[in-house]
């Protein structure tokens, strides 16, 4: 077994790390794209083993998956129309279009904060790609809106077939928005809670009040009317994405109160691929940042 | 034991796999684990007080040419861990430079990094693609991997149902079945059941003599004088000895000596001050 220097070279490439080789940020954004591409397999055997586990560990199973939402809608229809006696019509559909996306949300959210600090000993000892860990909670977390569907298509079976349109066809584009701007998210806080633990316990409560200022339990027509008084409030709470997202499921969902099916607002969507494409953008920069300290604060 | 691997045998001109110059790594006092925001305004205004660094490693250099077995030995919290961590590239270099040809496998801490919920089975696909392993390549290497870790039954029971022996088998298969240009070991000799250990020594026996790089740290000073071609001893951080496992050993035997008779003289110290 003769093989020289040259040989070696060639069939494994060299690879020097020393601090004075630092790749700028288009450097850190080709590195994070080839890194996943590269180990997409890997994400692939994640998400499933993410998925096994997840349906594992309790009597039901993924059953939940299609009941949680469900029990959610009912807690938020008691308290609404029972207690606060507001009355929309087919209000349970109407606030099950918000439910199902932010249960999405959330979820990956909270899978994605203890996606690299949860792989600690793992981080420790092999070197791979981080961005993969919170890539892989957040593609896992698509299958948690999936299942949604399942309670979906059974409330507009069963009680509302009335609202059933063609509309429905554009969930998935609008799901498609979502998703980008969720893993952006994901790798923000993933990385964020290597150095800062308080991230898990402050995201569960503004996780809360982002709903409740998001148009989920309402329409955005009583943020219309808070603009009369307050315009400045109006403003703010329309820039949230999820304004945007729960307005455009609520309208191919569930229609205009009437049950006139409506168009998702096309014009926010579009602006909404697009920031969320430079969010993501911006998030990735910053996680392959952090991501040289990871192994040694862990 | 094994015949034919005589410390020393480096053939002349063999190329070199690992070359690491002037190397140092820093760990931030402020930045440790489980920081939370209370404690880093504390650390802001505590700025001036103390340290906020140390060097875990500090102007380290050595190189490790095609065939060798190099041990890294020394006292607790002489940087060896954070040395095989650097190699494997886990954590970056705060100074100096690693050159690596080849590909790694790191075997730091056996077992670790194990999902508990899945599979045996599944934990060695899972591992391997961790470790960037092709999965066609992987699959063909999955039956030898199971063999050799000799877990039965227990390959398709989750991990947490394994005792640590069975997890430590399980990792050391895995690590040495893909075949590496350069394995790292670190303290994996010791663990097992007597059968596993002479199993696995005369695994990596068996990848010495295949020419390829081995490092590793180990407190068991007889493996690195019967089977390593060359020995460094890292003390606070640097290279204290390098050379001959046997003269290398010796100067660590005679530090520790040294360093136990001053702790002794210490203690009798404080002893005496208590009194």
Request: charged content about 20%; some cysteine; hydrophobic content about 50%.
């Amino acid at each position: 077994m003769d093989i020289t220097g040259e040989e070696i070279a060639r069939e494994a490439p060299a690879s020097l790390r020393s601090t004075a080789i630092r790749p700028g940020p288009l450097g850190l954004i080709g590195e994070a794209l080839r890194e996943t591409w590269s180990r997409r397999r890997l994400i692939r055997y994640l998400v499933q083993a993410d998925l096994k586990k997840k349906g594992s560990d309790t009597v039901l199973g993924n059953i939940w998956w299609i009941l949680d939402p469900l029990l959610q809608m009912v807690v938020y229809v008691i308290l609404v129309s029972v207690i606060f006696q507001r009355t929309t019509p087919d209000y349970p559909l109407f606030i099950f279009a918000a439910i199902l996306p932010w249960k999405w949300f959330t979820s990956s959210v909270y899978d994605a904060i203890t996606s690299v600090v949860g792989q600690e000993r793992l981080i420790k000892q092999i070197q791979f790609p981080k961005i993969i860990l919170p890539t892989a909670t957040t593609f896992a977390g698509v299958a948690n809106f999936a299942f949604g569907m399942i309670p979906l298509a059974g409330l507009l079976v069963l009680f509302y077939s009335d609202r059933i349109s063609p509309t429905l066809v554009f969930i998935p584009l609008i799901a498609a928005v979502q998703f980008v701007f969720t893993l952006a998210f994901s790798f923000v806080v993933a990385g964020i809670n290597v150095f800062f633990r308080d991230i898990a316990n402050v995201s569960r409560h503004a996780l809360r009040l982002w709903f409740y200022l998001s148009p989920g339990l309402y329409s955005a027509a009583a943020i219309e009317k808070l603009r009369e008084t307050n315009p400045l409030i109006a403003d703010v709470m329309a820039i949230n994405p999820f304004y945007t997202f729960f307005e455009s499921y609520r309208n191919v969902i569930y229609g205009t109160p009437t049950g006139a099916p409506s168009m998702p607002l096309w014009g926010h969507l579009a602006a909404w691929l697009a920031g969320s494409v430079v969010l993501l953008v911006l998030a990735t920069l910053l996680f392959k940042r952090l991501e040289p300290a990871f192994a040694k604060v862990l | 034991m094994v015949e034919g691997t005589s410390p020393g045998a480096i053939r002349p001109g063999a190329p070199t796999v690992i070359e690491v110059r002037d190397l140092g790594v820093r760990y931030s006092l402020r930045l440790t684990r489980k920081n939370t925001v209370r404690q880093s305004f504390a650390n802001l205004l505590r700025r001036r007080e103390g340290p906020s660094s140390f060097w875990a490693l500090r102007h380290v250099s050595f190189s490790l040419t095609k065939g060798e077995s190099l041990a890294i030995i020394g006292p607790n919290g002489a940087g060896k861990s954070t040395l095989l961590q650097a190699l494997a590239g886990i954590i970056t270099p705060s100074e100096g430079q690693i050159d690596v040809r080849g590909q790694i496998s790191s075997l730091l801490t056996l077992g670790a990094g194990f999902d508990a919920e899945l599979t045996g089975r599944d934990n060695i696909l899972l591992a391997g693609a961790f470790m960037g392993m092709d999965h066609r390549e992987m699959a063909r290497r999955i039956d030898s991997i199971i063999e050799f870790a000799d877990l039965g039954q227990f390959i398709d029971a989750p991990i947490k149902t394994y005792s640590t022996g069975m997890r430590a088998r399980l990792g050391f298969s895995i690590a040495t079945a893909i075949d590496p240009d350069i394995l790292l070991l670190d303290e994996v000799l010791a663990t097992g059941d007597q059968v596993f250990r002479a199993k696995s020594q005369a695994r990596v026996l068996e990848l010495v003599r295949a020419a390829k790089g081995i490092v590793l740290v180990t407190h068991d000073m007889n493996w690195v004088t019967e089977f390593c071609n060359r020995a460094i001893l890292l003390e606070q951080g640097h290279i204290a000895a390098e050379g001959d496992p046997a003269e290398v050993v010796a100067i660590h035997r005679e530090h520790s000596e040294q360093v136990k008779a001053q702790k002794a003289a210490e203690a009798a110290r404080v002893l005496a001050a208590a009194r």
